[in-house]
């Protein structure tokens, strides 16, 4: 679950699904009070921040921009300033931001504003990685290797089964096939 969908949900369409699943089995009266068919009152976005390049985050001069836009509702922040930020392509998004507004033109204004941030590198404030390493970046449960599992896994397997048919073919040499010599005397 993500945070603050809930939040956003009802922002949108005036409850959330947790509230109507309960509402259905403990408030009869609740749920029948609900819309048989769910309308939206207002327009919504997720914005899942991007990172184009890896350094110490210094700063979010972004997410200062976006929380006074209009359409701003809430922010899920996973960014931690001073720490090593890196580039991001899938998985968890180092910031989430909620959009909800009525002016449908709004909320494309302040999106499209959010985007540009990003695009243009002024969402973060990023110092260039200097390319030296941390023996933190190294321990099996940081990011630093997470990368690395899968190529050693697959390198590990084939060292495993090449000494397998190693073995194979060395026990296959001493098998008397019948076609050996004997020496009469």
């Not at 968890?92 to 990003?118: F, S």
């Amino acid at each position: 679950m993500w945070h603050d969908g809930l939040a956003l949900e009802k922002a949108l369409a005036g409850h959330d699904q947790i509230t109507a699943t309960i509402n259905a089995y403990l408030d009869s009266d609740a749920f029948n009070a609900m819309p048989l068919v769910p309308s939206l009152q207002q327009h919504g976005a997720l914005i899942f921040s991007n990172v184009f390049h890896t350094g110490i985050l210094r700063s979010v001069p972004g997410l200062v921009v976006a929380e006074k836009l209009p359409s701003y509702l809430s922010t899920y922040n996973k960014a931690i300033l001073g720490n090593v930020i890196k580039k991001f392509t899938a998985g968890q998004p180092p910031i989430t931001i909620l959009l909800a507004n009525k002016d449908k033109a709004v909320l494309d204004t302040d999106y499209e504003r959010i985007i540009d941030l990003e695009y243009s590198n002024g969402f973060f404030d990023i110092t260039p990685s200097t390319g030296e390493t941390s023996l933190t970046e190294f321990h099996l449960g940081s990011q630093g290797l997470r990368g690395q599992r899968w190529p050693v896994l697959a390198a590990s397997s084939v060292l495993a089964i090449a000494a397998v048919l190693a073995l194979v073919a060395i026990s296959r040499r001493n098998i008397p096939d019948g076609t050996e010599y004997l020496t009469i005397e």
